[in-house]
């Protein structure tokens, strides 16, 4: 792997930086205590082309790659993890559709995406009895004519109230993984009923709703893929996924971090700086060595993802770490702090409420260390 950043990835890095410290910063804790959506800066981020930065320019993308994407999303975290997400599932679903639909489903959707026309992407996998068991969902599209139709619910969906298109699983065969397909949907489209939003430990600014399709008509060209391909496209998208989160998980540790510094180099006591004092900068050792590590598991995955390598593995290890790392780190952010980390005076408790999730979405800590295992025995059989 090349440790050395492109001119382009260098740019795009920057970029994100410069918009999240200047634009996105400043309203992060009024966004969360308030659960505003961030549409507005969304479509800001869109008109960067970074709602679309690994999607192909003739689509509308900036066409930067995985490692550009992936140093982006560190930016946004650092600055507000909910605004973070919603761009991490709209370039999610770009991708997706790039990936797997035809030249109309691209020339009309993702251009919508990248945009900011559609203002954000929806990825509706999860219902209310399945979380990681994907394979065992029950909304069903069934076949009516040239059309289908779908009838279930999903939970979970983020920006889901907001999302122009998304994209839905539901069953189109047998039990099991194999019975799976996916769909693009349009926001708004008859029989598609959004639930009430989720009030949520964190991401409070990030749209979180359950989903309900009651005899939802979608046209026959809504089919995403080919019928019975939706679980292989659910895991490819998540193993991109992860990628994402983890970088989401890297830019809140290094803001938390940050925070700390700032705050143990001022604070005083028993006659000194907390930063004088031996056990304080152990702590801050160990944040800074685990934030270095899980940067590079995560740019190793995104830099195998750019050079079409398999990454499954790699995207796992990097989520798996980032996440927990994010959380032991904003915990010890919050510790230092003392009481005040545990007031909304200091951002460092909105970085633990934040970080909280991520060893739960797109696959569980648990999921991780399945899939990690499961790739390790069959390289050695």
């Excluded at 795009?12 to 410290?21: E, I, K, Y």
């Excluded at 205590?33 to 969304?42: D, G, I, N, Q, S």
């Excluded at 122009?164 to 019975?179: H, N, Y």
């Excluded at 980032?322 to 200091?346: I, P, W």
Aim: net charge neutral; glycine share 10%.
């Amino acid at each position: 792997m090349d440790l050395n950043l492109t001119e382009t990835q260098r740019l795009v890095r920057q970029t994100a930086r410069t918009f999240a410290q200047e634009r996105v910063l400043p309203g992060a804790r009024e966004r969360d205590r308030k659960e505003l959506f961030p549409a507005e800066l969304l479509r800001e981020l869109a008109g960067l082309g970074l709602m679309g930065v690994n999607v192909p320019a003739a689509y509308g993308g900036a066409e930067a790659g995985a490692v550009a994407y992936a140093l982006a999303m560190m930016e946004m975290a650092a600055a507000c993890a909910s605004t973070a997400v919603a761009m991490a599932v709209t370039n999610m679903c770009a991708e997706l559709i790039c990936a797997f639909g035809s030249e109309e489903q691209k020339r009309t959707h993702v251009s919508r995406l990248v945009s900011g026309d559609a203002v954000a992407g929806a990825f509706a996998l999860s219902e209310p009895q399945c979380g990681s068991d994907a394979a065992g969902l029950t909304t069903t599209a069934a076949r009516r004519g040239g059309d289908w139709v779908l009838n279930g619910s999903k939970q979970w969906i983020t920006s889901g109230a907001h999302a122009g298109v998304m994209v839905v699983w539901a069953r189109t065969g047998a039990p099991g993984s194999r019975g799976l397909s996916a769909f693009i949907v349009e926001g708004g489209t008859r029989g598609l009923l959004v639930g009430p939003p989720e009030d949520k430990l964190g991401l409070r600014a990030s749209n979180t709703v359950p989903l309900v399709f009651e005899d939802c008509v979608l046209p026959g060209s809504a089919l995403l893929g080919g019928e019975g391909e939706g679980f292989k496209l659910a895991m490819m998208a998540l193993d991109g996924g992860r990628i994402g989160i983890a970088s989401q998980a890297c830019g809140v540790t290094r803001a938390a971090l940050e925070a700390t510094v700032r705050y143990v180099r001022d604070r005083q006591a028993f006659g000194k700086h907390l930063a004088q004092f031996q056990a304080v900068r152990f702590m801050l050792a160990n944040i800074k060595t685990e934030l270095s590590a899980a940067e590079a598991l995560t740019l190793r995955a995104a830099w195998c993802k750019e050079h079409q390598r398999s990454f499954t593995q790699e995207a796992s290890m990097a989520k798996l770490f980032a996440s927990e790392m994010a959380n032991r780190a904003c915990d010890k952010a919050v510790q230092l702090h003392g009481g005040y980390g545990y007031t909304d005076e200091f951002p460092v408790e909105r970085y633990l409420r934040d970080a909280r999730v991520q060893t739960i979405y797109e696959g569980t800590s648990e999921i991780q260390r399945v899939v990690i295992a499961r790739e390790v025995l069959r390289a050695a059989s």
